[in-house]
Nanobody, 122 residues
Framework: QVQFVESGGGLVQPGGSLRLSCAASGLDYYYAVGWFRQAPGQEREGIACMSSSIDSIHYAVSVKGRFTISEDNAKNMVYLQMNSLKPEDTAVYYC????????????????WGQGTQVTVSS
């Protein structure tokens, strides 16, 4: 049984940092894990994705250079380090799994977590 659980969200001031965690248990090795976010009234957008099986990482332009995706396979964890946070980064953040290669198409993802709220405000 596959389970995704996000954690690490919260309230942070502009310019601050947060690290989100995604506990991904029961996932086959060939799945790529992506981080998405959804702001109120907006569509869910992909921001970072990692495919260990083919050694690829992708970032959205809006977060490149500020966010870093990483993994700890021994702990079945995927992380999203977020630095230099801006108010426009405020959203619910989700992790999800897609087979083989990273994708920004929501319907290609087989598994999702419940989300964690990130609020960037002074």
């Amino acid at each position: 049984q596959v389970q995704f659980v996000e954690s690490g969200g919260g309230l942070v001031q502009p310019g601050g940092s947060l690290r989100l965690s995604c506990a991904a248990s029961g996932l086959d090795y060939y799945y790529a894990v992506g981080w998405f976010r959804q702001a109120p009234g907006q569509e869910r957008e992909g921001i970072a994705c990692m495919s260990s099986s083919i050694d690829s990482i992708h970032y959205a332009v809006s977060v490149k250079g500020r966010f870093t995706i990483s993994e700890d396979n021994a702990k079945n964890m995927v992380y999203l380090q977020m630095n230099s946070l801006k108010p426009e980064d405020t959203a619910v953040y989700y992790c999800g799994a897609v087979a083989y290669v990273c994708s920004d198409q929501l319907n290609e993802y087989d598994y999702w977590g419940q989300g964690t709220q990130v609020t960037v405000s002074s």
